[in-house]
């Protein structure tokens, strides 16, 4: 055999080896391309990589906001989607995109979102820690690499020694800029492997691995000439993406009034009320800043609201109808929230949340 003849046969093997290496992944009805790690990563992370905007949330197949029709091509799902999608979505071939890896070439069929987030995967380093209520501690996180974000997004933190990764959202607005430094509210979890490392010791110095930014949670434009007021409930270190959020529209000129319903047991999990009367200052509209106690005990120095936070929504009258509703918090709180927020009147539609599973 020639010379030439062995090096391009050669080459053609390598190039053959390069290509089995990845699945390609073709979307309905756009037209969009891209490629999918050979057996190792999800669809859904390998879209967002090439900057394609794949609706998504919670990314630990629950929510089901990344489920697509799968046309052509065979997949293998890292958890039962049985569980969460219905017998209809099943039959009609939807599959979940964060649970669910190419094992061939790959036809889907998904309407994806303009503008997408590039995906940033990334090391970076613990330069901050500090307690901001007993179980409720501020992360800070100084990257390798700048990672560009929306205000109520999220990203994955993952420690290599413990083999752990967890969603923590950003506590702070990116303000038009890429972020180098990156602030988290983590609050610990009982038994949870991450957190009692965490809460342990300070971990300033440590190395993590961060990816992101993740989610379909930030604040969408005003509708009309006379737009309804924002509403936002939160609770627990929910509070973090709704001060990212209500940062960055300060940043932006929102004129628009805000309330914001903060619920929390006693007064020791109440924080961030510096910060919110920082962002009450110069807020182009009206901002309310109101804190619910649900466990306070009779007797004591709290003279604010008690009960659940979403019974103090009925105080408010409002246009319900196009309000905008941002809520974030542990999952009996949302879920609660949004069961008001429809009998209240508010479109589903115009009701966005991060629910802390």
Known sequence: MKLLEWLGLQGGAA???????????????????FEVEKGRKVILNSALSAGLGFP?????GSCTQCKCKLKSGKVRELTDSSYVLSAEDLK????????????????IEVELTTGGDRLVETRGTVVGQRNLTHDIVELRVALDDAMPFKAGQYAELRL???????????????KGQEAKELVFHVRKVPGGRFTEWLFAANRQETRLSVNGPFGDFYLRPAEGDKPAPIVCVAGGSGM???????????????????HYLFGAR?????????????LQQGWRGSLNFTQVL??????SSWTGK??????????????????QAYLCGPPAMIDAAITKFAALGVKSSNIRYDKFE
């Open 15 to 33: 190039g053959s080896a390069k290509a089995r290496a990845h699945h390609t992944v073709h979307v309905a009805p756009g037209g969009q391309v």
């Open 56 to 60: 998504h949330n919670c990314r630990v």
């Open 92 to 107: 009609a071939g939807m599959i979940l995109a964060c649970q669910s890896i190419p094992e061939t070439d790959l036809e």
């Open 160 to 174: 290599e020694e413990l083999s752990l990764s967890r969603n923590y959202s950003f506590a702070m607005a990116p």
């Open 240 to 258: 973090a993406p709704i001060l990212s959020l209500l940062e960055q529209a300060k940043w932006a000129g929102e004129s628009r009034d805000v």
């Open 266 to 278: 006693t007064q020791r999990d109440l924080y961030a009320e510096r910060e919110m009367g920082r």
């Open 294 to 299: 649900s466990e306070e005990p009779q007797g």
């Open 306 to 323: 008690r009960g659940y936070v979403t019974e103090a929504l009925d105080e408010l009258a409002l246009d319900w109808p196009n309000v």
